[in-house]
């Protein structure tokens, strides 16, 4: 079966400070992969996705970034953290022939 | 470009009572629908999809949702609710399309609390 992995779970970081969250799935290959982002008191916020290896569409523009070195690793980072990036961010995958999306269990970040 | 509305915020529902959540969506063709659940401080999981055929679908954890075209809806429903029922609750549209790149958009979430 598929499973997904993302860390770390929670992340304090000071502003002006890189970012890197990692996500992995297993059990399937050339996945879609997704990231997410939910702030406090919103939905979601999709803000990145990548439907192969190397290739990154991007949502929202802001300053973070996203990678895929593998073909089932998602990365997301940032050279310098802002305060308004802290929430819950959320690594998602589906089958590349696939309709539903699975989730991660999330990562934690503050910015202070 | 597709949408999602979650008209309630907050839902208060008694243990043991019905209950309905409603998500109305905004898509040019046949949508790809779902229902997820986020317990606090974790990820989603998925409660049920509708993609074609009958429009009442069953999930898990004793869930429902019906799909109705011409209200552009496709509601929640449970009905007997348990307290372990009290998280957020996101209704999502999926535009399955090389245009759209495979994505969901979500509704901003409905936040179930169950009284005892």
């Known amino acids: 079966s598929q499973t997904i992995h993302q860390w770390p779970a929670t992340l304090v970081q000071p502003v002006g400070s890189p970012l890197s969250l990692e996500c992995t799935v297993e059990?399937?290959?050339?996945?879609?992969l997704y990231w997410y982002r939910q702030a406090a008191g919103r939905g979601l916020q999709l803000l990145f996705y990548s439907v192969g290896i190397g290739q990154i569409s991007s949502e929202v523009p802001q300053n973070l970034s996203a990678s895929r070195p593998q073909d089932r690793q998602f990365i997301l980072s940032s050279k310098k953290l802002l305060l308004s990036d802290s929430g819950f961010y959320l690594c998602a995958w589906k089958k590349g022939s696939g309709n539903t999306i699975y989730f991660g269990e999330g990562s934690w970040l503050t910015v202070v | 470009a597709q949408s999602v509305t979650q008209p309630d915020i907050h839902i208060t529902v008694s243990e043991g009572a019905s209950l309905e959540l409603r998500c109305n969506y905004s898509y040019g063709a046949t949508p790809y629908l779902f229902w997820y659940v986020q317990s606090p401080g974790q990820g989603l999981q998925l409660l049920l999809k509708?993609?074609?055929?009958?429009?009442l679908v069953q999930g898990i954890k004793g869930f429902e949702a019906e799909f109705k075209r011409s209200q552009s809806s496709f509601n929640l429903r449970k009905p007997s609710v348990h307290w372990s029922d009290a998280a957020e609750y996101f209704c999502?549209?999926?535009?399955?399309?090389?245009?759209?790149?495979?994505?969901?958009?979500f509704g901003a979430g409905t936040i179930l609390r169950v009284k005892s």
């Open positions: 999502a549209v999926g535009a399955i399309s090389m245009e759209y790149g495979n994505k969901l958009v």
């Open positions: 059990g399937t290959s050339n996945p879609n």
């Open positions: 509708y993609f074609s055929g009958d429009t």
